[in-house]
């Protein structure tokens, strides 16, 4: 199983800053079958980042994506208000799919 | 558009089973994966298997195999997740996504609750 780490656990910010968050696997992902969501308290996750770097759909560009083998980035460049939850990165290439445990973005 | 819509919440007691079904719409259901993903309460996402709705066949996340059993219904375009033994530690949402093959998952249904208490 790939077992996904996520850093920080939590990062407090304001808006308009920036921010990174990390995501390294216990094995090398085929950038294609890194995946990014973000989840806002009592919703759904919702679809960011496929394949390591493309926007999915509707996704401003202040969101980024970077990386491979075993380290990725997502990146978004100016906080807004609606930005503050809880990010995941996922990898769908192996059986288990597995996820990292989750970066929450709060307000500082 | 493409949407799943889930059934909704259910309160059930501990040993009992639950199923809980994801309806499809907005695009040709037998050519997407359907997966299912846990999430306890304040907790984070945890994959629990996949459904091919083409054939019906599955795969099960380890922890899960023996408990859990998904199928389709083509007719309605419906995908069920039954899970039984049910303990309390397994109150959460759940939710059912949809995936090309190995792809990521997009979109997601709205997450059933299901809460296991005596």
């Known amino acids: 199983e790939i077992v996904l780490t996520q850093s920080p656990g939590t990062l407090s910010l304001s808006p308009g800053e920036r921010a990174t968050l990390s995501c390294r696997a216990s094995?090398?992902?085929?950038?294609?079958?890194l995946a990014w969501y973000q989840q806002k308290p009592g919703q759904a996750p919702r679809l960011l980042i496929y394949?390591?770097?493309s926007r999915a759909t509707g996704i401003p560009d202040r969101f980024s994506g970077s990386g491979s083998g075993a380290d990725f980035t997502l990146t978004i460049s100016r906080l807004e208000p609606e930005d503050f939850a809880v990010y995941y990165c996922?990898?769908?290439?192996?059986?288990?799919?597995?996820f990292g445990q989750g970066t929450k973005v709060e307000i500082k | 558009q493409v949407q799943l819509v889930q059934s909704g919440a259910e309160v059930t007691k501990p040993g009992a089973s639950v199923k809980v079904s994801c309806k499809a719409s907005?695009?040709?259901?037998?050519?997407?994966?359907i997966h299912w993903v846990r999430q306890a309460p304040g907790q984070g996402l945890e994959w629990i298997g996949v459904?091919?709705?083409?054939?019906?066949?599955?795969v099960y996340a380890q922890k899960w195999q023996g408990r859990v059993t998904m199928t389709r219904d083509t007719s309605t375009s419906t995908v069920y997740m039954e899970l039984s033994s049910l303990r309390s530690d397994d109150t959460a949402v759940f939710y059912c996504?949809?995936?090309?093959?190995?792809?990521?998952?997009?979109?997601w249904g709205q997450g059933t609750l299901v809460t296991v208490s005596s």
């Open positions: 996504a949809r995936a090309a093959a190995v792809s990521c998952f997009d979109p």
């Open positions: 907005g695009y040709t259901f037998t050519n997407y994966y």
């Open positions: 459904i091919d709705p083409r054939g019906g066949s599955t």
């Open positions: 094995q090398s992902v085929s950038s294609i079958y």
């Open positions: 394949g390591a770097s």
């Open positions: 996922q990898q769908h290439g192996h059986s288990p799919w597995t």
